[in-house]
């Protein structure tokens, strides 16, 4: 759409106090990988086939998976290329910009998310070279899945019912769903698209179950597309969001596989049955660990979306005069208004920042891991849980308030603020449900308390606990070193907290799982323990409003400098150019009810009614 852009907005970059693309390529990690995320855009953003004439909204359950589907192999064709080389546009190593820019491709999930996302990494993580050698051809006629949760089974993965006998006479393994309950529910991709998965199982040898273990199986012929004999695989139906994703159930009815089937990187069933065990029994697990990782920079675009949208819609809304004998004012200068929107940006760059510190963190445990060391794995995997949990949450809830801040227009679909809502609140959910997490962070701290209350020696990094025993804290004092004392100091006193609360209910004859239980809101919720004082609380409020005052000029900058582009953000209210009146009516015009000047339920419903008595 041509036309100027918005005035208010010209003013706002005009009065931005700093260099927007230092800052962009700071988050690009260096002005190369900005250059390379542009080219990439560039590319795939031109491809016309992948751009909608009717939006997507408009489209029926069927007709938008297919639209999707149709889309997702434009771009996997790209991703070959790109990973091939083919197209020399960069040496790009991960696929993340690609994955991000999706978003505006699908308005909604890449039915191959999983596909590339946990498919390939699994197998990439956890088969061995051979396997990997065999699985990971490029030109692979696979289109696969990572199938774990159940219809009866999701947080508590130990309780997963299907299994995976192994029979000696065949050298195969037997698939097998015993009940309903057992059913495979939600794996994406599952419903329509993939022809193969990953299944998470019981393994059973010579009656012996050895614990959860991973499978690959074909569960479609790769040229019909037909479920093979024994498998009865279909999708879920409409859910709150994720609906190009075909989420999907499937059952085993005794479905045969080879036994070079199971993923043997980490351990391996030999051909006479004899189990080698891994050298760390969560191994497994692993995949739910780097996605966990990889999910909070994912978090971190969508608030930068969302703060996008928000902060350039402020800045063009005018709404209420602040003295009653003056214009009308943008809304962003309401005080109120920045409180809600500039904690959004800024929160997008601290799980950035996180988010890209937990990534190195595990490309160095992944590291250490193969050399045979796991001492730093249950450190990760108590961040993972913690990171994971926080920053799906203050996603979800920051989303929604930036899209209450954009008042009513927030409410329309056009302003994609409902799209990324429903995006990030499943992850709340996902790969780890949110207080589920949270209690896995919680058991790590417990065990790091309860050595501290008993005067054993503890590892640097919980000192703090020590300190907070023997009242070794210092004062509060307003700086970061003093915050991050506060933050120390809290973890301290909620983790003892909880912990006596345990030790109570223990005393009192529970169980140990019992009395955790009992403790369990203790262990996930925060209590203010801290040495900061009333005075303290006044003097941060004030610096808070000052900071706000500072941040004002240079909002629009700041959220120019994470460089969406318009195709992106697919937002009516966000664009850069700041249209936002013009975009809303033509998104408007599109709407199927506007095809007609009277639509035909005119004359078969409201005319019998209200000319009844005229006719
Ligand atoms: C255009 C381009 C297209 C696409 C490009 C894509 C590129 C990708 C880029 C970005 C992708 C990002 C976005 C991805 C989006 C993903 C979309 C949706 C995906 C959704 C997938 C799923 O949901 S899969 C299913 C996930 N399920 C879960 O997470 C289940 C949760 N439950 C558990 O994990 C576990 O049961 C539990 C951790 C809660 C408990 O386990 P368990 O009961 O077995 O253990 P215990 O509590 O007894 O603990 C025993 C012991 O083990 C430790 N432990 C547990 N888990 C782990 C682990 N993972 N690692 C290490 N250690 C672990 C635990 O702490 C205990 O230790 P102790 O020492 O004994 O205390
Ligand atoms: C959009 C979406 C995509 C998904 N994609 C996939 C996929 O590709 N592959 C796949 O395998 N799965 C997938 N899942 C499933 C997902 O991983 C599970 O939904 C998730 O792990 C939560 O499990 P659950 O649904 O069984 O919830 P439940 O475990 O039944 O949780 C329900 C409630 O019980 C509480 N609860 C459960 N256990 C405890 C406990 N020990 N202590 C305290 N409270 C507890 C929870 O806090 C929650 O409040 C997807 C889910 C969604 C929503």
């Not at 999930?109 to 990439?124: D, E």
């Not at 809600?340 to 937990?358: N, P």
């Not at 120019?560 to 318009?566: G, L, Q, T, V």
Request: charged share 25%; hydrophobic share 35%.
């Amino acid at each position: 759409m041509g036309g100027r852009v918005n005035e208010d907005l010209i003013k706002e970059r005009r009065k931005c106090t700093f260099d927007i693309k230092e800052l962009t390529h700071i988050i690009d990690c260096g002005e190369e990988n900005t250059i390379k995320r542009k080219q990439i855009d560039n590319y795939i953003l031109n491809i016309k086939e992948l751009w909608d004439d009717v939006p997507e909204e408009y489209l029926s359950h069927k007709e938008r998976y297919e639209n999707a589907i149709k889309k997702a192999f434009i771009v996997l064709k790209v991703l070959r290329q790109l990973h091939t080389g083919n197209i020399q546009i960069t040496d790009h190593r991960t696929p993340t910009n690609v994955y991000s820019i999706q978003d505006g491709i699908f308005r909604n999930v890449n039915p191959l998310l999983i596909h590339i996302g946990l498919f390939w990494s699994t197998i990439a993580a956890q088969a061995s070279t051979e396997q990997q050698a065999e699985w990971l051809q490029p030109d692979s006629s696979m289109i696969g899945t990572y199938v774990q949760t159940e219809l009866g089974h999701g947080s508590f993965i130990r309780g997963i019912e299907t299994t995976a006998t192994y029979d000696s006479t065949t050298d195969e393994f037997i698939l097998h769903t015993p009940r309903l309950s057992a059913y495979k529910w939600w794996p994406g991709g599952l419903g329509n698209t993939a022809n193969a998965c990953l299944v998470m199982a019981q393994l059973y040898i010579n009656g012996t179950c050895h614990g959860l273990h991973i499978f690959l199986a074909q569960i479609r012929d790769f040229d019909t597309h037909k479920p093979l004999p024994g498998i009865k695989v279909g999708e879920i139906g409409p859910k709150m969001g994720f609906n190009t994703a075909d989420n999907g159930f499937l059952g085993f009815d005794n479905h045969r596989i080879p036994r070079t089937n199971m993923l043997m990187k980490n351990v391996q069933v030999l051909r006479d049955g004899t189990y080698v065990k891994p050298k760390h029994d969560k191994l497994t697990y692993g995949s739910m660990l780097l996605t966990r990782v990889t999910l909070i920079s994912d978090l971190a675009y969508q608030l930068s979306k969302a703060a996008t949208i928000a902060v350039r819609y402020s800045a063009v809304r005018r709404q209420s005069p602040i003295k009653s004998n003056e214009p009308e004012r943008q809304i962003l200068d309401f005080v109120s208004q920045q409180h809600k929107l500039f904690i959004t940006i800024a929160s997008s760059h601290v799980y950035r920042v996180v988010g890209l510190w937990m990534w190195n963190s595990h490309k160095r445990v992944t590291a250490d891991i193969h050399e045979g060391n796991m001492g730093q794995l249950p450190e990760l995997h108590a961040l993972a849980c913690c990171l994971k949990a926080i920053s799906s949450r203050d996603a979800s809830a920051l989303v929604e308030q930036c899209r209450l801040a954009c008042g009513g227009h927030g409410y329309m679909m056009a302003s994609n603020l409902p799209q990324i809502y429903a995006y990030t609140t499943a992850a709340v959910t996902y790969e780890g449900e949110y207080t589920v997490l949270l209690l896995q962070t919680a058991r790590y701290l417990v065990k790091f308390w309860r050595l501290a209350a008993e005067h054993k020696p503890l590892p640097q990094n919980f000192a703090y606990f020590e300190d907070y025993i023997k009242k070794n804290f210092e004062q509060w004092r307003n700086s970061p070193e003093g915050i991050i004392e506060g933050f120390k100091a809290i973890v301290a006193g909620k983790t003892k907290a909880a912990y006596d609360t345990l030790q109570c209910n223990l005393r009192n004859g529970r169980e140990f799982e019992e009395a955790w239980n009992m403790a369990s809101v203790q262990l996930t919720n925060a209590s203010e323990y801290s040495t900061i004082s009333r005075n303290d609380i006044e003097a941060l409020q004030s610096r808070y409003e000052e900071l706000l005052a500072l941040i004002r000029p240079n909002a629009v900058g700041l959220v120019d400098a994470f460089d969406i582009r318009d195709e992106v953000l697919c937002s009516t209210l966000g664009a850069y150019d700041g249209r936002v009146y013009e975009r809303m009516m033509e998104e408007a015009s599109k709407s199927p009810l506007n095809e007609d000047v009277v639509n035909e339920s005119f004359h078969k419903y409201i005319r019998p009614v209200t000319m009844k008595n005229k006719l």
